[in-house]
């Protein structure tokens, strides 16, 4: 069974294209663990008038994306995106879930 899982973050004014550019070399490393924990489908998308960030991304099974926030891959991923994201003291991004109101197949 897969799970569609939604949240948004914030970047810092300025910053969209630098956002872009480091996804776009994303680490190896991370696309791997990201992979190989079950997620699939991973899109992030940017309203540009409020610098909003709105996640969509797949689980398979009983994977929880939230069970990758004690791997130190993850942990120096948030603390390279830190400078240009709203953070927690963890330098985690701020992100809130969002509840799935329609979907379509």
């Known amino acids: 069974m897969n799970n569609i899982v939604s949240f948004k973050m914030k970047l810092k004014p300025g910053f969209k294209e630098e956002y872009k550019r480091r996804h776009d070399l994303i680490w190896p ?3 791997a663990l990201l ?3 079950g997620i699939s489908n ?3 998308f940017l309203d540009e008038e409020t610098n909003i960030l ?3 991304q797949t689980l398979s099974g009983n994977n929880n994306s939230q ?3 004690k791997n130190e ?3 120096r ?3 390279y995106m830190a400078d240009i994201m709203d953070t927690n003291e963890d330098k985690s991004p701020v992100s809130t879930p ?4 329609f979907h379509l197949d």
């Open 77 to 79: 991923w948030w603390a």
């Open 73 to 75: 891959i993850v942990k």
């Open 42 to 44: 991973y899109s992030i």
């Open 35 to 37: 992979t190989n924990s």
């Open 29 to 31: 490393e991370l696309s």
């Open 67 to 69: 069970d990758l926030k």
């Open 98 to 101: 969002l509840e799935m109101v």
């Open 54 to 56: 709105f996640a969509v």
